[in-house]
């Protein structure tokens, strides 16, 4: 891999995203060697990964070159490369570009799509955890309207034009209704001849109420704002199965649609060499002590959406958010200079900052520690909120524009289809 | 193609670019049905694609949804498709969506690479006629610099970070210039474990001069100017042959080099039907007369880069650059209109607005009617003039942003690999 020998330990991070960041930072001008891995050379703003998905956002500009990030760190290294395996007992790491030593290994990986083991779903439906997928989305969705002008069977046209998202959560709720704005401002002056009424948005939700990490008032607030919007919440509901074109689910309820959005579930995104039975926790997560060490060895460390930090408050590990990562990120790099000095590490506490979600022009759910806003001053907060978290004047000035553009001229401009997504429309012909 | 009948003359135009949307916009309101035709929903702002391969700006800044410039047109219609063959005598074309009688057809294909037969270039060189393709420059570029920092032989690391650059006509000079402003800027910064003095640009050119198009003395402002950033040009000198790490010329010169952009020559975009020999032209473009009209036929007609009006002015036809495009779009517009009233049509008549190239930070030589300028001033005009004729308020707007953000930082953040190009790196290691 090239990495010069140092005089210094050896810190290989492996994931630059919110936790990774966070950490690396911390880390700076310490008696470190710090190698920073990841499989992208950009940091990815997920957040706001909708945005692009549905033709709001270009993706560079939610993107910011992880080398940029380790400017003027003495010691620092990156290497684009995909981890292929962990040895933790000669504390190396096996990648596709050779092989690497560590003395200290954090573990920032996030997480993936999970299906569950359902490889029907997993073949056919749309998932957004990268910027490639959200592009896909992107390109479907227009494609699919593309392809709806060519047919003039009224059921394969409205198949065409019904979007089915499953998971009620933060991604399903903001992209149903980034969904329904498009139906509104855009979609009747781009497709005159299609009747855009019949487009239907059908949120598809496990259990009796949307965005279940959030307030009853949040949830049943944005249950009435997506319902103005005309999408369809279907609660109590599991999908079962879809083959391209009909998403079943539990009960008798069918769809025909040619999309089937999945954001129902993710799950850590493991390492071989770390998947034995006795570290991993529910959901593929590695299980970590209040230091984020992982049990029995002192020398590795798991952060962000891959840790799971079980106690008594929180059995299950924290919410695999972007607010965790960071703050465990940040303190394990004031844990990991306390060790370079020989002192005790603290134990990670969490400061819930709060959880919020956008539903659409003028439209959010807030829910902050002392209180809980919906409506349009939650939509500004939600704005200046993302705008402050996005990494780089650049990235921020053009989301601004972005969003200063559509909000005036009900647009979004970014809906090309720059490399087509090809689904096989056989069955909507 | 699900197009309905109208009473109206239906006249459908091959091609969203600088001569199909000029043509379109003209015949707005006008007693006839429209269909435009192109394989991208987008209409795709080519002089700055090389901003896109360098990682100046984001694609979606310089593309534009083809549906929103015919908003508000009534009975104009797009169709997304490949256009297979045209039946010129049955007046109808056949398309992957099938198949649109025509009363006019107006070919806009505009123009694509031209390797001249040599499949090894076809194969191994990378150009920039697509967006894709200019994103595909953009990931191997930073691809080369990720490998070699993985490697210590000093000659296979050179290969890695010497950039060749075939044809020195616009499109290479600006991309030469553009490497090197990279060069200077951000690679010592991103690469600190590397000597960025080694990076090479070399751009070949075939005549005697660079920019043969332009006067001579934009051609020697430009090589000075291209000198002074460190460009090695190459005069008088053909490449032959390009196996993916050697470049060979038609001397015993050769380069060792991961890289070789080709950007020496391009042709025509033909149509099956349309390909017989007494249509076509040198470079495979169609032959038109002065009303843009093919021969022997009244009703089709070929605009922009695929048109080669050739007269004793102008023995090869026009440039293939944007300006003689939209000036035949906008002219076959007006002669539309006046064929609708049964009037004669008249001759078209290129005014020569002027030429420009922009080569770096503050550099640019531009030849106008009247005037000649080179410098800084040129770079202010250059600048000027190409964010006029880009379409669209936002795209605008971010170039702006971006052009004000690079210059100021001397940065260029849509340096990101969003989908890599996978290079075959196993005589690099």
């Known amino acids: 891999m090239n990495i010069p020998q140092s005089n210094f330990p050896r810190v290989v991070i492996i994931g630059g995203g919110f936790a990774g960041i966070a950490l690396a930072k911390q880390l700076r001008g310490e008696e470190l060697q710090v190698v920073l891995i990841d499989k992208h050379n950009y940091h990815n703003f997920q957040p706001l990964m909708y945005q692009v998905s549905t033709g709001g956002l270009e993706p560079d500009s939610i993107a910011y070159p992880l080398r940029k990030v380790l400017h003027r760190y003495n010691n620092f290294f990156f290497r684009l490369a995909h981890v292929e395996t962990v040895d933790p007992e000669k504390q190396c790491i096996h990648t596709n570009i050779g092989k690497l030593d560590f003395d200290y290994l954090v573990v920032a990986t996030g997480s993936c799509t999970n299906f569950f083991g359902n490889t029907n779903l997993e073949k056919h439906a749309m998932s957004m ?15 699919n309207f ?19 998202i499953v998971g009620g959560g933060p991604t399903g709720v903001e992209l149903a209704g980034a969904l329904a704005e498009i ?9 005159p001849d299609l009747d855009i009424r019949k487009v239907e948005i059908e949120l598809i939700q496990s259990g009796d109420r949307i965005l279940p990490g ?30 391209g074109h009909t998403v079943k689910t539990k009960t008798d309820l069918e769809f025909e649609a040619a999309t089937l959005i999945w954001a129902a579930g993710v799950q ?43 106690s008594d408050s929180c059995p299950r590990g924290h919410a695999m958010m972007a607010q965790p990562a960071m703050q465990q990120g940040k303190h394990l790099g004031k844990n990991l200079r306390l060790l370079l000095r020989n002192k005790p590490m603290k134990p990670f506490q969490y400061k819930d900052k709060g959880v919020m979600a956008t539903i659409g022009r003028n439209k959010a759910v807030v829910d902050l520690k002392n209180f809980k806003l919906q409506g349009i001053i939650a939509w500004y907060v939600w704005m200046f909120i993302h705008l402050y978290f996005l990494i780089g004047f650049r990235n921020r000035a053009i989301v601004f524009i972005n969003w200063v553009y559509n909000y005036i001229r009900f647009d979004r401009e970014a809906r090309v289809i720059i490399r087509p997504y090809q689904k096989d429309y056989s069955e909507f012909r």
């Open 146 to 164: 593309e392809q709806a002008v060519l047919t003039n069977d009224l059921q394969k046209r409205n198949a065409l034009m019904r979007f089915v």
């Open 268 to 310: 850590g995104a493991c390492i071989q060499g770390l998947d034995a039975e006795n570290l991993m926790m529910r959901g593929n997560r590695l299980a970590v002590n209040k230091y984020n060490q992982l049990e029995g060895y002192d020398s590795i460390f798991a952060i962000g959406d891959i840790a799971c930090m079980a």
């Open 129 to 143: 955890k990268t910027i490639p997928e959200a592009l896909q989305i992107r390109s479907l969705i227009l494609e």
């Open 183 to 191: 139906k509104k401002g855009i979609l009747p002056k781009d497709y």
């Open 214 to 243: 959030m307030s009853e008032k949040a949830s049943s607030k944005a249950e009435e704002f997506l319902e103005d919007l005309g999408v369809r919440i279907w609660k109590n509901t599991r999908v079962t199965d879809y083959d």
